[in-house]
């Protein structure tokens, strides 16, 4: 079974800092992984997606994540935050399956929560 | 924009009562996935079915806990008896079959169980 790991709980930025959120997952076979974002008393909304080609990914308002198979990692970054960044972030990964194929359920990490100062 | 509709959005019960939450998923798709957030255990799978048969269910307590998709636009998410540690947030998402596509959650159902 596969397992994802945030490393960073709670992360509190100023406006304009850059940011990187870790997340490294355990499966011994290839992975599809997300970056979702959830804002206050909202529903998850996908930031990226990264599914083969270029490890380096870019998603919706300015964040990229980069995947680096050898370190079972896919961080998050963005160079400079603003406060309507202020949100909970999940890293999340489900199994690519060759045989059979489909959308398997996603296995989440336990997020980052998110708050940048003005 | 297509949506995940879930209703109702909240939800407030005694103890033992039937809890029976809805999801519309977005036209076309034909996985959907029933996810469980709590502060302790973060986001958890539930249950998903494929063309509305259920491909896995082993994330779900099965003796109160049930899951069906009556037809391809309707799954249904029921609890009986509900017990306080049902409460939760419950999302429904849904997605194309084909590997490794995202999936589009709905607002959920935030459940309390008094």
């Known amino acids: 079974a596969q397992s994802v790991s945030q490393h960073n709980h709670h992360v509190i930025l100023s406006e304009a800092a850059s940011l990187e959120l870790g997340c490294n997952y355990s499966?011994?076979?290839?992975?599809?992984l997300f970056w979702y974002v959830q804002y206050p008393g909202q529903h998850l909304q996908l930031l990226l997606k990264?599914?083969?080609?270029?490890?380096l990914v870019k998603g919706i308002k300015g964040f990229e994540a980069e995947f680096i198979k050898s370190k079972f990692s896919f961080n998050l970054r963005k160079p400079s935050v603003q406060w309507s960044d202020t949100a909970e972030y999940f890293c999340?990964?489900?199994?690519?399956?060759?045989?059979?194929?489909?959308?398997?359920?996603?296995?989440f990490g336990k997020g980052t929560h998110l708050i940048i100062q003005p | 924009d297509a949506r995940v509709t879930q209703t109702p959005r909240h939800k407030v019960t005694e103890m033992g009562q039937e809890v029976t939450m809805r999801c519309q998923p977005i036209?076309?798709?034909?996985?959907v996935f029933w996810y469980r957030q709590t502060m302790m255990q973060g986001l958890e799978l539930l249950a998903y079915?494929?063309?509305?048969?259920?491909?896995?269910d082993s994330g779900m307590p099965k003796d109160r806990f049930s899951a069906e998709m009556p037809d391809a636009t309707l799954a249904t998410l029921k609890i009986q008896p509900s017990e306080p540690r049902d409460s939760a947030v419950y999302f429904c998402?849904?997605?194309?079959?084909?590997?490794?596509?995202?999936?589009?959650f709905g607002d959920g159902t935030r459940l309390s169980i008094l």
């Open positions: 998402a849904s997605g194309l079959g084909t590997g490794g596509q995202p999936q589009h």
């Open positions: 499966y011994g076979g290839t992975v599809n």
């Open positions: 990264y599914f083969s080609g270029d490890p």
């Open positions: 999340a990964v489900n199994a690519r399956r060759y045989s059979g194929g489909g959308a398997d359920g996603l296995t």
């Open positions: 036209l076309g798709h034909n996985t």
């Open positions: 079915f494929r063309n509305r048969a259920p491909l896995d």
